[in-house]
């Protein structure tokens, strides 16, 4: 276990709905990237964020935007939801240099 | 845009059998990394290279970095069912100062062990 955290699991939205993911970083953490897997790929960057500043943006719309608390926990808020959005959303904590633990994702069904 | 090409996407193989799956790309990367990823979990490290022609070993894992930085591959040997689940690799780009490496995975290889 990594000791990163994402809620919730799983999630239904129908399209033109907004969403919120959320994690919590492993303690000591003060970088948290998120991505994106569809089904029977890898995973795609979206975005990071280091000590609360976004540090880096994937190829993907402006509606999908982020935050990062000072305790160095994330929020993922996705608006006008499409079918394609339909997805696992992971987020990987870490240090600077270090290696990127994973939560365990959260399974988002856009109907 | 770097992408990276794994192949293949999908083996299934006896136990005892050896394997090797590869992982190109035409874009150089400072780093990669081999991660392992379980249903209805998020992917795990098992290892990362940096140095062109780089070879490590993790008990019957043996995984290389090309020498030019853009290619690695994994190999198994004696497959095991446990060993069974979806290889990822991905590249990382040292290029900010701050933060951690803005990953760029293959598309994963399904990897399935018959007893």
């Known amino acids: 276990e990594t000791g990163v955290t994402q809620s919730p699991t799983h999630l239904i939205k129908t399209r033109g709905q907004q969403v919120t993911l959320r994690c919590s970083s492993q303690s000591g953490h003060n970088t948290v990237s998120w991505y994106q897997q569809a089904l029977g790929q890898g995973p795609q960057f979206i975005f990071q964020y280091y000590r609360e500043e976004e540090n880096g943006r994937g190829n993907f719309p402006p509606r999908f935007s982020g935050l990062q608390f000072p305790n160095y926990s994330s929020e993922l808020n996705v608006n006008a939801l499409e079918l394609d959005d339909s997805a696992l959303y992971l987020c990987?904590?870490?240090?600077?240099?270090?290696?990127?633990?994973f939560g365990p994702g959260t399974r988002l069904t856009v109907l | 845009t770097q992408l990276l090409e794994q192949s293949p996407q999908f083996l299934s193989i006896q136990e005892g059998e050896n394997l090797t799956v590869y992982c190109n790309s035409s874009?150089?990367?400072?780093?990669l990394q081999w991660y392992r990823q379980e249903p209805g979990e998020g992917p795990v490290l098992l290892v990362t290279?940096?140095?062109?022609?780089e070879v490590k070993k993790l008990k019957r894992l043996t995984f290389q970095f090309g020498d030019a930085r853009k290619d690695s591959s994994l190999h198994i040997t004696a497959a095991q069912p446990g060993d069974t689940g979806l290889y990822l690799c991905?590249?990382?780009?040292?290029?900010?100062?701050?933060?951690?490496?803005?990953?760029?995975f293959g598309q994963g290889t399904r990897l399935t062990i018959n007893p």
């Open positions: 990987a904590s870490s240090s600077r240099a270090d290696t990127q633990y």
């Open positions: 874009s150089v990367f400072s780093s």
């Open positions: 991905a590249g990382g780009n040292e290029g900010s100062r701050v933060g951690a490496q803005k990953l760029v």
């Open positions: 290279v940096v140095t062109g022609g």
